[in-house]
């Protein structure tokens, strides 16, 4: 790493050692906020939505809220208990996706994977896009660039989950608290008012709805759908099961701490917010010209439930409602960081396993898998421009792949006890086999509802995209299990050539020319020559002239190119040597400039790539690159700069490796 400006060291900053591994895995203080913050920052959208489809069915049926609330209230309870128990029998990170395919088979493992991997991108995508909503509600005069924003948000929270976890991690804490500590004392105020007497009231409640007339099978379709719509506050709680190994050590009790944790605070904070929009008869509607009173329906937007609630507590334009309106907007931005160490984590287990490109198993820089969080960006910001960041759009998509893991996780988890019973009957218990059948019942008969209520609302995509990504995903365990089939060792193959050439491409006789012969003279092959592709007939006689005058004793073989092409005269030229002098071996020497700035990458080194990329489809030829390093007087290894927080642990500052340069041997 050279001290020139980096774009890639300022973003993200320097690279960081494997031994560092443990450094980065997480407390439990950190944790929750890491792993939480999509189910915590949840409860603000999933009474928003739950009260959006009950305000379908007018008053009446608004007044079933606090029913349809229990009964999200214990789901989340049972799938929380469910996955305390998955915790420790599988600590390794794979989650609902390791126990599906270890008791349930590999093609089943996969159907969750597939929905988790969809749920992931879906979590960013509808964090990020609820957030802005929010920031909206607060600053309406940024409604007409909702799009851009949510793109430069997942902009910025993907480069700060490539910086690492532990920075990312302790980023992001302080905003989930607040907002934590901000809905605390929001549910708090409103409940003692109510106490006292004066309940708050909000704005919407002087609004009258317009309801869709409903018949009683009608009303209980309403109510399902608004039960799955409210199941949304779910989402996330898979995280903590899919990422045991970021935690410090004891992982499996910090984990489970953690989850403990994260249950008793999102079923508080979800029933204080619904109660208080009963209390205060709130009313919210997917368009707000459904709300009829509501003046400039058609241009002014809706405000969030939360900030509805908070002006209502705390009164219009004091300084603890927007307190609580930029905590939530924030915190919503910031759920996406769930997303962002489950999808990645999730990646790499499926990439161990043969069904995901081996790049996702790959740690970058800062010890993080950044292909995964590259792709995840990627595919979140191509479904907000999509559809416009439009929460109400994302919201229908949302859910069903997180109840699929959900079943399939806990019916492997049945599985698995049962397993147990048979095989090491003084390690079961009973109480764990009834929670996963419990769980396992109660998420798949959530996931028929949630299918049927949302199919046609747009949830049919995710059927769509899901089978799809299976597909793909076993085609990918296919191609590696040919691909190591067919390079695998055996004793019929038989490596017989004979011989040994080399060639030295010459573009120019300038010193890495000069140094690739040199390199190729003390090699010793049995025969040498350099070959030059005739592109310009001025330069090559230029070149032989210099050849010449220089006295290089290597023969030098002048190759036309009537298409000006050098890959493939060059080739060409390897057949007809091969043709000639039978199977011999052929090494390409190719002279490579490196140390270059950051910049200097689109102005060198392109032709000899692509005749490199060419070369390497032809049978019997061996590249050797030789490089030639440009600026020997800019040191090279790690900025000697220590990380922030170095100091602060008593770790000393990195040593700087300096590299001396050395004139190339040139033989003539």
Not at 276 to 294: E, K, M
Not at 302 to 320: H, M, N, W
Not at 460 to 482: C, E, K, N, Q, S
Not at 507 to 527: G, Q, V, W
Request: net charge positive; with cysteine; hydrophobic share 50%.
């Amino acid at each position: 790493m050279t001290e020139e400006f980096s774009p890639k060291r300022w973003l993200i900053g320097e690279p960081l050692e494997s031994g560092r591994l443990d450094e980065q895995l997480l407390p439990k203080r950190i944790a929750l906020p890491v792993f939480a913050s999509d189910a915590l920052s949840s409860v603000a959208y999933g009474p928003q939505e739950m009260f959006l489809v009950l305000t379908i069915g007018g008053l009446a049926v608004l007044a079933h809220a606090p029913w349809v609330a229990l009964g999200v209230i214990c789901l989340i309870a049972i799938v929380v208990a469910g996955s305390f128990q998955l915790v420790r029998a599988y600590p390794s990170g794979g989650g609902d996706y390791e126990v599906a395919h270890r008791n349930l088979g590999p093609r089943a493992g996969l159907v969750v994977g597939a929905a988790l991997l969809i749920d992931y991108v879906l979590t960013v995508a509808v964090s990020v896009a609820a957030g802005v909503d929010n920031v909206i509600s607060a600053l309406p005069a940024l409604a007409p660039w909702r799009v851009e924003l949510a793109v430069a948000l997942i902009a910025l929270l993907a480069i700060a989950n490539l910086r690492g976890v532990r920075e990312s991690g302790a980023a992001f804490a302080l905003p989930t608290y607040v907002f934590i500590a901000s809905v605390v004392l929001l549910v708090g105020t409103g409940l003692v008012r109510t106490a006292l007497g004066d309940p708050p009231v909000a704005a919407s409640s002087a609004y009258a709805v317009e309801a869709d007339p409903i018949t009683q099978a009608g009303l209980a379709l309403l109510l399902l759908r608004a039960f799955a719509s409210g199941c949304s506050a779910l989402t996330g709680i898979e995280a903590i099961s899919n990422g045991v190994p970021a935690f410090r050590r004891p992982k499996v009790r910090n984990a489970r701490i953690t989850l403990l944790l994260l249950g008793g605070v999102s079923i508080s904070l979800f029933a204080g917010i619904t109660a208080l929009g009963v209390i205060s008869r709130l009313h919210y509607a997917q368009d707000p010209c459904d709300l009829i009173g509501y003046a400039d329906c058609a241009t002014r937007p809706q405000p969030s439930v939360i900030a509805q609630l908070a002006t209502a507590v705390f009164g219009e334009g004091a300084p603890l409602v927007y307190l609580v309106t930029a905590s939530t907007a924030l915190v919503l931005l910031l759920a996406a960081n769930t997303a962002f160490n489950g999808f990645p984590l999730l990646g790499s287990v499926l990439a161990a396993n043969g069904f995901a490109p081996r790049s996702l198993a790959n740690r970058g820089d800062r010890l993080v898998h950044s292909n995964g969080v590259i792709l995840l960006a990627l595919a979140a910001a191509l479904l907000v421009l999509v559809l416009r960041a439009d929460v109400n759009a994302l919201i229908q998509l949302y859910v069903i792949g997180v109840f699929v893991s959900f079943s399939f996780g806990q019916i492997g988890m049945t599985v698995h006890w049962l397993r147990l019973r048979r095989t090491r009957r003084r390690e079961f218990r009973m109480l764990p086999l009834a929670i996963s059948v419990t769980s396992a019942l109660c998420t798949g008969a959530v996931l028929l509802i949630v299918t049927v209520t949302k199919f046609t609302h747009g949830a049919w995509a995710v059927f769509v995209l899901g089978p799809i990504l299976w597909w793909l995903m076993l085609g990918i365990h296919r191609y590696y299990a040919r691909v190591r089939a067919e390079i695998a060792a055996d004793r019929t193959t038989v490596f017989g050539a004979k011989g040994d050439h080399a060639i030295v491409l010459v573009e120019e006789l300038t010193k890495p020319t000069l140094k690739a012969l040199d390199y190729a003279i003390a090699a010793r092959h049995a025969t040498l020559e350099g070959v030059h592709a005739d592109v310009d007939p001025e330069a090559t006689m230029r070149l032989e002239r210099q050849w010449k005058a220089e006295g290089v004793r290597v023969p030098l073989r002048i190759v036309p190119s009537p298409y000006r092409d050098v890959a493939e005269p060059v080739v060409e030229h390897i057949r007809r040597h091969r043709a000639e002098h039978g199977p011999e071996v052929v090494t390409v020497y190719t002279p490579k400039l490196v140390g270059l700035r950051w910049w200097e990458h689109l102005l060198h080194n392109r032709r000899s790539t692509r005749i490199r990329q060419r070369l390497t489809l032809e049978h019997g030829v061996t590249l050797a690159l030789v490089p030639w390093r440009l600026h020997p007087d800019l040191p090279v290894g790690p900025d000697p700069r220590p990380l922030p927080g170095d100091a602060r642990r008593g770790q000393p500052a990195r040593p700087v490796v300096r590299q001396q340069h050395r004139p190339a041997r040139e033989r003539r």
